[in-house]
């Protein structure tokens, strides 16, 4: 199962080492057969937004998720897919819904309700789930 890791999954897990995104990377990934993947648009989104929100003295802790990830790819987006995906999704989450597709995601993990959660994405069929990750470790469970 690839699951696909949205920024703020990774700021919400430096933040707090309570609740799912931070669950998330202490995993038994082989017991489960999970593979966690982000590309490097998200990862560069959270160092930025975990420098500046939370301090420089939290990139360890962010460092850590990363080395938990086992792929991290270099998504390119394309004209024809910004012109595809922006009826319906804000453009700087255009990579991320690239992203979790061109890493053949399970689960596109995010706590982005408002962008990612809202009717219009929910009437598209996606080649994944799009789950919070709490939902995300329910589901894992089942």
């Known amino acids: 199962m690839n699951i696909f890791l949205d920024a703020n999954v990774f700021f919400a897990a ?3 080492h309570m609740g799912g995104s931070h669950a998330l990377f202490g995993i038994d990934k082989k017991k489960k057969e999970i593979k966690l993947i982000a590309d490097t648009y998200v990862l560069k989104e959270a160092k930025v937004n975990i420098e500046k929100k939370l301090g420089p003295q939290k990139l360890p802790d962010f460092y850590f998720c990363i080395a938990q990830l086992d792929h991290v790819a270099e998504t ?3 004209q024809e897919q910004k012109e595809i995906f922006s009826p319906f999704i804000n453009a700087k989450d255009i990579a991320v819904l690239v992203g979790a597709m061109e890493g053949k995601a399970d689960m596109l993990v995010t706590l982005d309700r408002a962008d990612f959660r809202n009717e219009t994405m929910e009437k598209r069929k996606w080649p994944f789930k799009i789950l919070s990750p709490g ?3 329910r589901e894992m469970v089942e």
């Open 14 to 16: 430096v933040a707090s």
């Open 76 to 78: 390119r987006v394309t």
């Open 135 to 137: 939902e995300c470790l």
